[in-house]
């Protein structure tokens, strides 16, 4: 197999909101992008052409009526679907050209061209529900693109880690009572959109496969990476998932104007590396991820750059950096967490 990553780019990404004051604005690509493009590592990249989600396959997450209403704002100049959640006349195509593209990164992995990839789309997806737009957010990507390998791939455990500010509340809605997707969320609480408590477990069939890890303002590198060791690790070693998925929001990033986190490029290439670990063990490698919040500009370049070059294995990290990583003290959080997971994970 390739040992390339890929990557998903498109203008028609910087159209959603241009020209429309919004913390979730097209200047967030641009400096991803320009950076891509005035750094060497955009040459080792496989550029992947994305290509638009179809409205059946809008459906395997959405109701036929919410995605008719996204469709009917195509061209309009603005409206509101949410008090934090507008569009301009392009959102619609670029929202089902997001949730294609990360199909199209998905199948680049399955055939063999790409190990890994990073889809970097706007808009993002994790708070967009089965029939409402939420929190900046049109329709879930990252829940289309688990729901993409199981029909074309036959997929029947994906490993859906979100690492955003936010908690997915609506990604964890839809595998709450599905066993095939294992829903593991790191996030600020309490705090937008007040979902993730600590017993939201799942329900019926879909018991245990939610592990929420309601997190306290203040963590940084050395805490994420505990609660990924001491947490995700195990419980993955458990689950055994054929592709991994990743909500990678970087609003956790110190100095993030939404929130109160102090993660550093460092501790994103760090559970970057986690994370392919456990693709690699259980996956054949399959790791894709997908692009969603993070509003400080350059924290938002960095990390994403560090995040790509784990991604190739030509990682910034130092022996030092995994050093203090490993010698990290854990927050309190995560015995809770384990008590509560216990009763569904033995390998805690």
Known sequence: MSQSTGIIRDDLYKEHLADYPHPESPQRLEAIYDMLDSDDIGKRLLLISPRS??????????SRSYIERVALTDGVSHMSLDPDTQTTPLSYKAAILAAGGLFSLIDKIFDGTVRNGFALVRPPG????????????????VALAAMYAHHKYSIKRTLIVDWDLHHGNATQHSFYTDPKVLYFSTHQYPYYPGSGGLTEVGHGDGTGYTVNVPLSAGQGDSEFFAVFKQILCPIASAFKPELVLVSAGFDTYAGDPLGSMKVTP???????????????????DRLAMTLEGGYNLTGLRDSVRAV????????????????????GTAPPIVDKVIQVQRSYWAAL
């Open 308 to 327: 790509l070059k784990e991604l190739m294995q030509e990682s910034i990290l130092t022996d030092s950096d995994l050093q203090t990583l490993e010698s």
């Open 266 to 284: 460092q501790g994103f290439a760090a559970l970057t590396r986690v994370l392919m670990d456990i693709a690699g063990e259980y996956a054949s």
């Open 53 to 62: 989600a179809t409205h059946d396959e809008l459906a395997w997450i959405h």
């Open 126 to 141: 994790h708070h967009a529900e089965r029939d409402r737009a939420m929190g900046f957010c049109l329709f879930n990507n």
